[in-house]
């Protein structure tokens, strides 16, 4: 029930931000904006699909993350932003001024702050299945693909003059900016989950945020102080390609607790050698499924409940192992393991017969 009211009120504050936009920019080039914003949405989903490989998070998870970041994030910021720069000119009574510390300081604080919320509600209702860095760069970054994608609409459907020039830096020189900036709560988060202390989360998170806002000041600041090619090629640059390297990294060693716990399961007779060895493997899996196949689409639809009930049972294993389990790790387990004897018993069933 909580998940379909979070989603509900993410949709209405997705169309009253789209209303104001096209209210801004004329329904025609808000659906321009919209229809171009959908390529660099495409590339950066493709990203967190290759992140979230080997234990996907929930679709309807995912669907809040990504409508908290195009809903509520930008409506929050369209609103504080405008406020900021307006204070910052009756203050100072200079334009310049106004737009370049709303832009390097105004729009970091605030645009991360609200995205930042997102993260935090995801992680707080789904605590017990937050497994580490990985789950969240992937909340982070679909919140962030979010907020993009509604920024780029914005920022397209106000400059259809000039809109190949703007595609180019925002559609493809930096299609994942937003995505660095918040992964880095994101991570924060993902790390604080690890911990056996409970409110570790409480200090992390303004770490992260702190991170993202510095990150994406520099952003924006360059773009108004002429430092905007310099700085991407200094900051931006070596910033993704780290992080890149981070979740390959980190995808790898999610790779060898997958192995290390099913070994122990099969130790005691729940899986044999070569189903932890296919599991293991993305190939593997793939052969699988094909294998599968061959006894219609139950016995497939079987096999692919099979491997991600195998996924989520080696997690809540490693939960169990590193001190995080709680009442009900061990309901959860018993859960798990009698599925993949069902779904076992479906696919086997379908193909031998």
Known sequence: MGVVVGIVIALVALIATIAQIAALTGAGATVVGGVIALIPLGVVLLGIRWVDRWEPEPRYALAFAFLWGA???TLVSLWLNTAFTEAVYLSTGNVETAELVGAAVGAPVIEEGAKGLGILIVFLARRRYFDGPVDGIVYGAMVAAGFAFVENILYFGTSIDILPQVFVMRGILSPFAHVLFTAAMGIALGLAARSRRRHTW???????????????????????TGTFFGLYVVVQVPVFVATVVLVAW???RE????????????QVGWFAPHEVTMLSSFAGRR?????AARGGPQSKRAMRTFQRAATELAFTRQRTVTGRADLTTQRDER?????????????????TR
Do not use: C, K, M, Q
């Open 71 to 73: 809903g509520v994030s």
């Open 202 to 224: 409480v200090w992390a998170l303004p770490i992260g945020w702190a991170l993202a806002v510095v990150l994406h000041s520099l952003w924006n600041a360059s773009a108004y």
């Open 250 to 252: 980190l995808r790898s």
């Open 255 to 266: 790779r060898r607790i997958l192995t290390v716990r099913l070994a122990e399961y099969a």
């Open 287 to 291: 052969a699988a499924r094909a294998w």
């Open 335 to 351: 859960a798990l393991l009698e599925l993949i004897t069902a779904s076992r018993a479906t696919f086997l069933h379908a193909v």
